[in-house]
């Protein structure tokens, strides 16, 4: 029987453009970056439901009473709604010291030059040394919070610092090379573009399609190409989002282009997104600016099937790309 808010399940997650933001904020400021953790996040808090049951745990059955089950008042791993409980008490007690949630993004959280990003139980602090230590002792006195020092993974990133040029680079190396392998394509022969840019993709009367079980080797290729396109390889933003179109019924010729973008990652799995004090590769302006510039374009109605046109932008804060 469903209840109350029995389909809000989410748990908070940051977006890659808000972290490429403060990560960005972060190099420039030469801000510390702190990573933590929280154990056993999910039982933290009690139920604010009070009917919620479940049956009785194995090795734990009542052998009287088989057929009672077990009132919960506490939040436990499992529960359709566990994620959701932990976000809403981890944001009260934020609230408590004065860090308040963004409304831009859910799982962003700030004060006077400190930042929180929250990935389910996993978190970056971004501050100077005094705030930080100051909302890590917050965390230790509210949770069981584990400290693991400055950042080097977050969320599939890699991320490396130049505290002495403040730069910052973040990359996803492992994660392309466990496309590659996957997909058996570890040992393919390279190109130098992803995509040819004058090839039509739609559907033509030899196209050949994909048999059902082609198809979901499609779609998975497509999902982990984009979620690598929208952390730190907007290189791949134009083929991807191409391919992603044909995703529902793709031919041969679609998939042959997705293996296309694979065999530009193997000559490109090392490519790192810079932010920080960085140099535009192209002196748009002169001087460049200090503050956010954008950028959009259109090509006009270039579907030959519907006749829509296909957008895209870009966006520089102080001359480094954010998204």
Not at 116 to 123: N, R, W
Request: net charge positive; charged share 25%; proline share 5%.
């Amino acid at each position: 029987m469903k209840g109350i808010n029995v389909d809000e399940v989410y748990a908070p997650s940051i977006r890659f453009t808000s972290l490429r933001i403060i990560l960005h904020i972060a190099a420039t400021l030469d801000l510390e970056i702190v990573q933590g953790d929280f154990v056993n996040a999910f039982l933290n808090h009690k139920l604010s439901e009070k009917r919620i049951y479940m049956i009785q745990p194995e090795g734990f059955e009542d052998p009287d009473h088989p057929d009672w089950v077990c009132k919960l008042y506490g939040n436990i791993y499992g529960l359709k709604q566990g994620a959701r409980v932990w976000y809403e008490c981890f944001d009260k007690m934020l609230r408590t010291h004065g860090i308040i949630r963004t409304e831009a993004d859910q799982a962003l959280w700030l004060k006077i030059l400190i930042f929180l990003l929250a990935h389910v139980d996993d978190i970056l602090i971004v501050g100077n040394k005094n705030e930080t230590a100051g909302v890590k002792a917050h965390l230790s006195s509210a949770f069981k919070f584990k400290d693991l020092g400055n950042v080097h993974h977050f969320v599939g990133l890699v991320i490396t610092r130049d505290r002495k040029n403040h730069r910052l680079y973040i990359d996803q190396a492992p994660y392309v090379r466990k496309i590659l392998d996957k997909f058996k394509m570890e040992n393919c022969i390279p190109v130098s573009i992803p995509i040819y840019p004058k090839e039509t993709w739609a559907e033509r009367p030899d196209d050949i399609s994909l048999l059902s079980k082609a198809i979901k080797v499609y779609q998975c290729a497509i999902r982990k190409l984009m979620y690598l396109m929208l952390a730190t390889r907007p290189d791949l933003v134009f083929s991807v989002t191409k391919l992603a179109q044909f995703a529902s019924a793709p031919f041969v010729r679609h998939w042959q282009g997705v293996l296309r973008i694979m065999r530009y990652l193997r000559s490109h799995d090392s490519a790192r997104f810079m932010l920080g004090h960085v140099t535009p590769p192209i002196q748009i302006l002169n001087p460049p600016p200090r503050n956010l510039l954008g950028f959009f374009d259109a090509s006009l109605m270039d579907c030959v099937k519907t006749r829509r046109s296909t957008g895209g932008y870009v966006f520089f804060l102080n001359s480094a790309c954010i998204c």
